[in-house]
T-cell receptor, first 113, second 112 residues
Framework: EAGVTQFPSHSVIEKGQTVTLRCDPI?????LYWYRRVMGKEIKFLLH????????ESGMPNNRFLAERTGGTYSTLKVQPAELEDSGVYFC???????????FGPGTRLTVL | GQQVMQIPQYQHVQEGEDFTTYCNSS?????IQWYKQRPGGHPVFLIQ?????EVKKQKRLTFQFGEAKKNSSLHITATQTTDVGTYFC????????????FGGGTRLMVKP
């Protein structure tokens, strides 16, 4: 069974530019989560999709971040415009309905210069 | 907001020594999960504890959940170099959905 995949693995952009991160969850997993780890700090929840619906977006830092999951399959997280403090590793995770265990993807390391 | 505090932040041990990391929440948790992240890797689920006072073992790893469901620990007996990585606890609260709140992690380094 393929795991959670994320693209790209690394992204280096300049402040003010736009970046879109993609996550493909494990097939059949209705729950999809985005997390972020800024250097030296803990992994922080951003948002949770159940299929195509946003179940909880309480962790989204501000309106420069937009997450979508059209069709309830893969998800994208767009940062526009990127700021220096957005640098970090963005993880995606997925799980099945009623399952607490979350399967994490390899992450996208975002560097904003 | 809900937080999980984890200590220590770092731990250096000699191979063969034991290691323990502790997590604490100020409020009662629904359950707590433990993840391991190898250097350069991503968090990998280890275990979930749900019941008050629960103790679970996985080979050399022992996980405990406090009686009040506010604290948890992970103990590794006789560490090996393969245990190197960062261990995270992640808490879930009642009526808070599936949002995991991670502790800061304990980075374990093992000297051969």
């Amino acid at each position: 069974e393929a795991g959670v995949t994320q693209f790209p693995s690394h992204s280096v952009i300049e402040k003010g530019q736009t970046v879109t991160l993609r996550c493909d969850p494990i097939s059949g997993h209705d729950n999809l989560y985005w997390y972020r780890r800024v250097m030296g700090k803990e992994i922080k929840f951003l948002l949770h999709f159940v299929k195509e619906s946003k179940q909880d977006e309480s962790g989204m830092p501000n309106n420069r971040f937009l997450a979508e999951r059209t069709g309830g399959t893969y998800s994208t997280l767009k940062v526009q415009p990127a700021e220096l403090e957005d640098s970090g590793v963005y993880f995606c995770a997925s799980s099945t309905q009623g399952q607490s265990e979350q399967f994490f993807g390899p992450g996208t390391r975002l560097t904003v210069l | 907001g809900q937080q999980v505090m984890q200590i220590p932040q770092y731990q250096h041990v000699q191979e063969g020594e034991d290691f323990t990391t502790y997590c604490n929440s100020s409020t009662t948790l629904s359950n707590i999960q433990w993840y391991k992240q190898r250097p350069g890797g991503h968090p990998v689920f280890l275990i979930q504890l749900v019941k008050s006072g629960e103790v679970k073992k996985q080979k050399r790893l022992t996980f405990q959940f406090g009686e009040a469901k506010k604290n948890s620990s992970l103990h590794i007996t006789a560490t090996q170099t393969t245990d190197v990585g960062t261990y995270f606890c992640a808490g879930l609260w009642y009526n808070a959905g599936n949002m995991l709140t991670f502790g800061g992690g304990t980075r374990l380094m093992v000297k051969p």
